[in-house]
């Protein structure tokens, strides 16, 4: 009778807490749980279930139709179109259009307002979609952004009118800093691959956020 107790009381805590139910719709409005994770990867390659998160979560995004070709063709084109990015909002792959929402809602906005006391008005971005190979090389691996499954992110501007970037904050001492820093991390938990300042050069002046079906684990 006790062990029959504790199992129905372990049932109704899983279906109270469905952000700790692997079979539980994923919704990403709800705290994350031990589930979350497990259920943002299923999405990668599942657009018609990413889409139906996107609904489920009232993320108000467009379903654009497909383009491109060959390495770089795009059937996957989702806009969200409420989301604070400038200088535009570029189609993105449903996955990273997922983790954007999450890294938004669950990681910039409680860090702004911890670290900097203000709210978060736009999020500014140098492009997700580029038919190219990795750094433009004429051989190798396609990059990520040959299907915009990636997007580059510079800087921040915040509600109160100030602008934290990458290549003018990011070796500082400041709450800035912390700020990025807290930032790079948090993308991490939502993104297959996060890049920033401290992996090479080349990404002095941005995050590269990808939401690669191949779990690269780089977080840097």
Known sequence: MILAALLVAGLRWIKDHPEHDPTAPLDLNHPVGWATAGK???LKDDVANCRAVLERSGVTHAV???AGE???AR???TRLTDY??????PPVTCPAAAALELWRSKTLTPAAQEILGTGIARIEHLGA????????SAEGPWSEHATANAIDIAAFVLDD?????????????GEEARFLRRARDGACQWFSTVLSPDYNAAHADHFHLDQSPRWSGVCR
Request: glycine share 10%; aromatic share 8%.
């Open 75 to 77: 059937p996957d084109r």
């Open 84 to 89: 604070p990015l400038a200088p535009d909002t």
């Open 129 to 136: 979609y580029s038919c190219r190979r990795t750094y433009g």
């Open 64 to 66: 654009l139709d497909p």
């Open 161 to 173: 009118g100030r602008r934290i970037s990458l290549i003018a904050d990011w070796d500082g001492e």
């Open 70 to 72: 060959g390495a770089c």
């Open 40 to 42: 943002l990867e299923t």
